[in-house]
């Protein structure tokens, strides 16, 4: 929250603090004044500082792999989008049409990477509770661009979905049950490592459900959200407001990188095992995406 400098702005606020004060100051022990709410914005922004402090201090490791994954991420969408590069993951006639599956695969990836940031600002602000509810989102749009991927049926079938607006066509082809079941097909078709595999099936449908609880207002997540355990105190909760740093953001960034790993890992494996692609000579740009792709996956496993 930044203090109102704008006079303009000022002045308007002024006046209708002027007018509030008037008509609702027999209720008020103190009347409102500009300091008023320039003392609260203080308060909001030394908030946040406290708490990206500690996050930085005490959960550094794990935002430094999120910041690489979401690194991965966002150099794999530029890439994809950028006409001029004349090699490309997807093959060129993949769609059969004029649509280039590429560009829009990149225009995906780069959307979930702002979700992707916004999820780690909000853990490093303190806000951990709402960054469950986005992290809800990063899963499924990362789960939905793997099948994409890997069946150009389904990625017709999301790009006619504008012009249908028919909920029943995205029940019908991107329902959580529906995209499951792909990623099901897909782990056991492509030899995803056991320890990956074995970590998806007994998580998969607990960790949805619990992000699932954070998005719809469950009792539990709602109550709970009113507090944190400080990093200092990680025994004891304290209530909660206008952010604080909490022990709880390193379960949501570990999920968070879970989603970034998983989704490398299952693109790679479609893009060279069912697209054929080929890495070049040392110049090739997809080798450095790709080699960023693997340390992050490297830097998870180590905290397995």
């Known amino acids: 929250m930044l203090a109102i400098k704008n006079p303009q702005a000022r002045k308007l606020l002024r006046n ?13 022990n103190e009347r409102y004044t500009l300091s008023t709410f320039d003392n609260e914005a203080k308060l909001v922004n030394q908030r946040r500082r406290t708490a990206i402090k500690a996050a930085n201090q005490h959960a550094s490791p794990i935002l430094l792999t999120s910041y690489i994954g979401l690194n991965s991420l966002v150099d794999l969408g ?38 992707i940031l916004a999820t780690i600002y909000l853990c490093e602000s303190g806000l951990e509770w709402p960054a469950r509810v986005l992290l809800r989102t990063v899963k499924e749009l990362l789960n939905i661009g793997v ?3 890997s069946d150009p ?32 097909e ?14 998806w099936v007994s998580n998969e449908s607990k960790e949805y459900s619990m992000l699932s609880k954070h998005a719809h207002g469950s009792f539990l997540a709602t109550v709970l959200g009113a507090y944190h355990a400080p990093f200092d105190e990680p025994n004891r909760l304290r209530y909660s407001f206008y952010g604080a740093a909490s022990t709880g953001i390193q379960n ?40 960023l792709a693997k340390l992050h996956e490297s830097l998870n496993m180590k905290r397995a």
């Open 16 to 28: 209708e603090i002027t007018k509030f004060n008037r008509e609702y100051g027999e209720f008020l």
């Open 78 to 115: 530029v890439f994809l989008t950028y006409r001029p590069m004349r090699r490309k993951l997807l093959p060129a006639k993949w769609l059969g049409s004029k649509r280039d599956a590429n560009h829009f695969m990149g225009e995906f990836i780069l959307s979930a990477t702002n979700y």
């Open 147 to 149: 099948v994409l991927v």
């Open 153 to 184: 049926v389904m990625m017709k079938k999301y790009l006619a979905l504008p012009a249908i607006n028919d909920r029943k066509d995205w029940y019908g082809y991107f329902s959580r049950p529906r995209i499951t079941g792909k990623l099901s």
């Open 186 to 199: 897909l782990n056991r078709g492509f030899g995803v490592p056991e320890n990956y595999l074995t970590r």
């Open 252 to 291: 949501t960034l570990v999920r968070l990188n879970w989603e970034i790993l998983y989704f490398n890992l299952m693109l790679w494996r479609l893009v060279i095992g069912r697209h054929n692609f080929k890495f070049s000579g040392k110049q090739d740009h997809w080798k450095s995406v790709y080699v």
